[in-house]
């Protein structure tokens, strides 16, 4: 079983819609939680980091955390086209350290 | 400011030969870190270095890659000899501060034949 799972997709939703994409993991250690965002050809550029459980919102991005499922979520509000891009989850046990990488979910969002 | 930048952004080696890979990161970035996306697989930590100094390189994959950072500003990853399974794309970031936000870069595409 990989330490981190991640539907790959690919997942095309509508212009305007609210997007869900979620991991889940394996290690009870892990408590920092991210999302990145990448663009093909691209590096990942951090969308939310998190520590334990609960919600954050930015914008029209929100990340959740429910260690207790082992299972985190990022919803995206009002998507656009330019928020076609590859999803990633990564998460560590120790700040700052070793993050462990989901294999990402491509996101593709229809004019 | 500019970015974390790699290069080469491609290449193309024969099984082998030797491949050095460069990372500059963020000016006044200490933390610098290098991953590596083999084909189909997720991204994985290789190695971190806080100014010259290695702080974890649990992630590196065998004596045939050595990450360097002399002076504590570039990096380089060096991959000796290259074998088929080291294709993929290497990522550098750095953070100013451990724990901060990693900034990537755009990655090097190593293929390897």
């Known amino acids: 079983q990989k330490e981190v799972e991640q539907d790959p997709g690919p997942l095309s939703v509508p212009e305007g819609a609210i997007v869900s994409l979620n991991c889940t993991y394996s290690?009870?250690?892990?408590?920092?939680f991210m999302w990145y965002r990448q663009y093909s050809r691209k590096g990942p550029e951090l969308l939310m980091y998190?520590?334990?459980?609960g919600n954050k919102e930015d914008g029209r991005f929100t990340a959740q955390v429910d260690k207790s499922s082992k299972y985190i979520s990022l919803f995206i509000r009002d998507s656009q086209p330019s928020d076609s891009a590859t999803y990633l989850c990564?998460?560590?046990?120790?700040?700052?350290?070793?993050?462990?990488f989901g294999p990402g979910t491509r996101l593709s969002v229809l004019p | 400011e500019a970015g974390v930048t790699q290069f080469p952004s491609h290449s193309v080696i024969e099984k082998g030969q030797t491949v050095t890979l460069r990372c500059d990161p963020i000016?006044?970035?200490?933390?610098l870190y290098w991953y590596r996306r083999v084909m189909g697989k997720e991204i994985k930590f290789l190695l971190h270095?806080?100014?010259?100094?290695?702080?974890?390189e649990s992630g590196m994959p065998n004596n045939r890659f050595l990450a360097e950072r002399t002076g504590g500003t570039y990096s380089t990853l060096k991959v000796q000899p290259a074998e088929l399974e080291d294709s993929g794309v290497y990522f550098c970031?750095?953070?100013?501060?451990?724990?901060?936000?990693?900034?990537f870069g755009p990655g090097t595409r190593l293929t390897v034949t």
């Open positions: 998190t520590y334990s459980s």
């Open positions: 990564a998460m560590s046990s120790n700040y700052g350290q070793n993050f462990v």
């Open positions: 000016s006044g970035h200490d933390n």
């Open positions: 970031a750095s953070s100013q501060i451990m724990g901060d936000e990693q900034y």
């Open positions: 270095f806080v100014k010259e100094s290695k702080q974890d």
């Open positions: 290690n009870s250690a892990f408590q920092y």
